[in-house]
């Protein structure tokens, strides 16, 4: 039963910025944040809600509001303050945990909006913003995004990335933000899908006070990024009502607040993303053509990880640094038999659920390298990657191609040379050399 719980969680983290666990008294079991933003997981695991929000009461927590009720929780919109004095506005959903008929606990996913989306992060691995350099790839066809994204970030064209889920659509954001004339102003990113249709409006644009029972004069994300980047993410699930005020701004570059009454300029880049295909919004109606055109002068595609399995062994080595450093462990990497699983993973989750594949196996295995048995029951589960070809419509000859020069790639990593190389692959050197040319590996 509480497995169900977790996968219920999983999906409601996908479009969330923050995960809690509480126990039936409402003491925090478990607690993760997008970055560690506002908190560490251990900072607040054993603390009461209202411990963590000192401003709530039994009456206004969600949480406990919904361990009291017994009854799920929709869309709460709460302006908090958390213990640190942090001023926090969220969206929340609380699902109550119920085992043979008992409240055991509860879980609440949130979502940041308002002065809570901003992110004013200097470019740099500290906390910062993604860079270029931070896009690991061997696929030709990344190499060249990385020289698109270099000359895309010097202008304010209106730039939409779609690709499925994990394929890294926020890297490719900031990486345009950081590499161009406006890294040194904000950037703000908020994902669409994660805010009720409702307050998408006054979120964009901001409100005047008295504009509707309790509003304040606030500055929306458009003022926030003025001179900087704004990204929206899953644009995708925008109800049909705010696109038309959101093409209107990005045409003319102005705004009203809500309630307002005078047009506001703004110089605000903005940068969307969606896990689905243009023909696919399109055709279902779920993105208006003219937006879509205006959004897309720069288009661009992001492919997923199973159609570029160069990226697999080098992406996992630099998650396995990153997780030494982040853990203090000293993992040297993956054995063979974890190599060749990878290499045969379908990767439906991409290079995010490679990252967290890594992450679990940094949490469980003991010895000096990552084995299968640290790897996550649902891993197997998955098809192989050779069913995915297949599924993607990869032709015969490209699929063989590719496979063949990732075995290739993966001698030579593990031998240091061409002679052991074609030893281990149980050909001649003279044959692997003419390999080696033809799929272009140094």
């Known amino acids: 039963m509480l497995i169900n719980y977790m996968q219920q969680a999983v999906g409601l983290y996908a479009n969330a910025d923050a995960l809690i666990f509480c126990d039936k008294d409402g003491y925090v079991e478990y607690g993760k944040w997008s970055n560690n933003r506002y908190y560490q997981c251990s900072e607040v695991v054993g603390k009461h ?42 969206v929340s959903t609380t699902l109550p945990i119920v085992v043979d008929g008992k409240v055991i606990g509860a879980l609440c996913a949130s979502s940041y909006y308002g002065d809570g989306a901003k992110r004013e992060k200097s470019a740099g691995k500290d906390g910062g913003l993604y860079q270029l350099s931070d896009i690991i790839t061997e696929n030709e066809q990344m ?37 161009g004339s406006r890294r040194d102003r904000p950037f703000i990113a908020q994902n669409c899908a994660a805010i009720p249709n409702t307050l998408l409006e006054s979120l964009f644009f901001g409100t005047e006070k008295g504009s509707f029972t309790g509003a304040e004069r606030k500055k929306g994300l458009f003022e926030m990024a003025e001179g900087g980047t704004l990204f929206l993410d899953e644009i995708n699930s925008m109800d049909s009502s705010i696109q038309s ?11 009203r607040r809500v309630g307002g009454t005078r047009d506001i300029a703004v110089d605000t880049r903005v940068i969307c993303a969606m896990n689905e295909s243009p023909q696919e919004v399109l055709r279902s109606g779920k993105l ?17 990880l199973r159609r570029r399995r160069e990226d697999i062994l080098p992406l996992s080595a630099h998650f396995i640094d990153h997780f030494n450093e982040e853990l203090g462990r000293s993992i040297q990497g993956l054995s063979d038999l974890a190599v060749h699983a990878f290499l045969s993973h379908s990767w439906p989750g ?46 015969l000859a490209e699929a063989v191609g590719a496979y063949e020069k990732l075995l290739i790639q993966q001698a030579l990593r593990s031998t240091g040379s061409i002679t052991a190389a074609a030893r281990l692959l149980k050909t001649s050197r003279q044959t692997l050399r003419y390999k080696m040319e033809k799929y272009q590996i140094g």
């Not at 209202?50 to 709530?56: C, I, K, Q």
């Not at 005020?245 to 705004?255: G, R, Y």
């Not at 995010?352 to 996550?376: D, M, Y």
Request: charged share 25%; hydrophobic share 35%.
């Open 49 to 90: 809600i209202l411990e963590l929000y000192p401003t709530l009461t039994e009456e206004t927590s969600t949480i406990m509001r919904c361990l009291h009720s017994k009854s799920a929780r929709i869309d709460d919109i709460q302006h908090l303050t958390n213990f640190k004095g942090d001023q926090v506005d969220i």
């Open 143 to 179: 190499k060249e995004l990385k020289v698109q994204i270099a000359g895309i970030s010097q202008t304010r064209s209106p730039v939409l990335i779609y690709g499925e889920t994990g394929t890294g659509k926020e890297l490719v954001a900031e990486s345009i933000h950081t590499c």
């Open 245 to 255: 005020k959101l093409l209107k701004a990005l045409e003319e570059h102005t705004f």
């Open 288 to 304: 208006r053509r003219d937006l879509f055109y205006r959004i897309s002068v720069v288009p661009i595609a992001l492919i997923p």
């Open 350 to 395: 991409n290079v995010r659920e490679l990252r967290n594949v890594i992450e679990h196996a940094f949490n469980v295995e003991c010895s000096g390298q990552i084995t299968i048995k640290s790897l996550p029951e649902y891993f197997f589960d998955s098809p192989a990657e050779e069913e995915s070809c297949l599924c993607d419509g990869a032709p």
